[in-house]
């Protein structure tokens, strides 16, 4: 998409929400490298919205052309991010003037948010305040998220890498179980991320393929967990192969509609904090089979794994930011860059923008088509789905150290120009 022709007149404003990923800061690099060929200068505010409201601005000028380069290589938030949710204007006015005061302070015209379903929310609000408020301001939602659970787009920059740190590491920990399974360990449980979608867990299934080939069990969110189905599962799997592999989402829930496991917190969104269900299913193994078994659970690992970035996410991740920073300029409001997918083999895709209100707050889970029938396991359209999404390798660069050489941003605070704000 071309951008018009414009004076640099205001700044744009990027910031960073929800959990991160391996390549959200690719997608920083996108935004910022972009902006400078457009002369339109960028503040990044610190740790998500919560940055705007508190008038914690980062000016990314201060930056060297290298350092934002490094950010395409480099994982977790550069700008630090933030769970927060912006309540209705109706309810919380008073917010909503101060992020209009903050934004007509510092002169920012184009306002970036990179996150998932609950910061398209924001971002659809953000993008409202401008009528409301009588303030020129366009608001542009930018995909992210390792759950890979927005609406409209195929598919979300985040989770292809974490999908190949899953595939990958249920190959490698399944080599490692089927050494043992004769004299030790039976059963290896692996936990991954996605909340209420399976998208991750699913991405799993592309470590093998074939009954005996590993993961011989997936458990999904959108499937309610049969203990008795699962046990029988293990046991005819270790039986017949010697060991097995289960791969289970945090999500999972009994049929009561419990997750299996949840840590008891919650977030700002009301999102339960989950993360332990591997243990859990490790005692049910070893209770009522009677299995050696190893758990892992990557949790932090898992969507952090730069290392082993896919390539097609990295340059998706990119791109978006590219496109976003284009859409803004165009003058488009209250959208989303999202990636259209053209072609399965070769594997093509293409940026569109779609309205904010089609992606806020919707979840996108898997469809049926791409569980097996038992619930336990992928089909081949979900490996035609899924299989793109972790091609291609994009190391970093390695230091002699033999540690990836990450890039540490200055991240120089903007002097505040308003009174502090109490939220
Ligand atoms: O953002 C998605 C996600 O990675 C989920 O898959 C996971 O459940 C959650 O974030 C963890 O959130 P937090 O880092 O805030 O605990």
Request: with cysteine; aromatic share 8%.
């Amino acid at each position: 998409m071309k951008s018009k022709a414009h004076s640099a007149i205001g700044r744009l404003l990027y910031a960073q929400s929800g959990g991160v990923t391996a390549v959200i800061n690719a997608t920083a690099a996108g935004v910022i490298q972009t902006a400078r060929a457009h002369r339109v200068p960028v503040y990044a505010a610190h740790n998500g919205i919560l940055g705007a409201l508190r008038e914690e601005l980062i000016d990314t000028s201060k930056e060297t052309a290298a350092a934002i380069a490094a950010l395409r290589h480099t994982p977790g938030g550069a700008f630090g991010s933030c769970r927060y949710k912006l309540k209705s204007l109706e309810a919380n006015r008073a917010e909503y003037e101060r992020l209009i005061d903050v934004f007509r302070a510092h002169d920012i015209r184009w306002f970036l948010y990179n996150g998932g379903n609950d910061s398209a929310d924001t971002a659809l609000k953000i993008s409202q305040l401008g009528k409301a408020m009588d303030y020129d301001i366009r608001c542009i939602g930018v995909p992210k998220t390792v759950d890979n659970d927005l609406a409209v787009t195929d598919c979300c920059p985040g989770f292809g890498s974490v999908a190949k740190y899953t595939a990958v590491s249920t190959l490698e920990a399944s080599l490692d179980v089927a050494s043992m399974a004769d004299t030790s360990t039976k059963v290896f449980i692996l936990e991954v991320m996605g909340r209420h979608a399976g998208w991750i867990a699913a991405a799993s299934g592309l470590a093998g393929e074939g009954a005996d080939a590993p993961p011989h069990i997936i458990l999904f969110p959108e499937r309610v967990f049969d203990e008795a189905a699962f046990l029988a599962k293990v046991k005819a799997t270790v039986e017949r192969v010697g060991w097995c592999t289960v791969v289970a989402s945090e999500g999972i829930k009994n049929a009561e509609g419990q997750f299996l496991a949840e840590a008891g917190t919650r977030d700002a969104f009301g999102h339960a904090q989950l993360g332990g269900v591997a243990p859990v299913l490790a005692a049910l193994v070893k209770e009522k089979l009677g299995y050696k078994y190893h758990w892992a659970l990557p949790d932090y690992l898992q969507r952090s794994a730069r290392h082993m970035a896919s390539k097609t996410d990295a340059e998706q991740a990119y791109a978006v930011g590219k496109a976003a920073v284009d859409y803004a300029l165009a003058g488009m409001n209250a959208v989303m860059p999202v990636i259209v997918r053209t072609s399965d083999a070769p594997y093509r895709w293409k940026l569109e923008p779609a309205s904010l209100e089609k992606i806020a707050n919707h979840e996108k889970k898997m469809p049926a088509s791409f569980l097996t029938r038992d619930g336990f396991g992928i089909t081949p359209a979900a490996r035609r789905y899924l299989s793109p999404l972790i091609r291609g390798e994009m190391p970093p660069p390695y230091g002699r150290e033999g540690l990836p050489k990450y890039v540490q941003l200055k991240n120089a605070k903007v002097a505040k120009k308003l009174p502090d704000f109490a939220h």
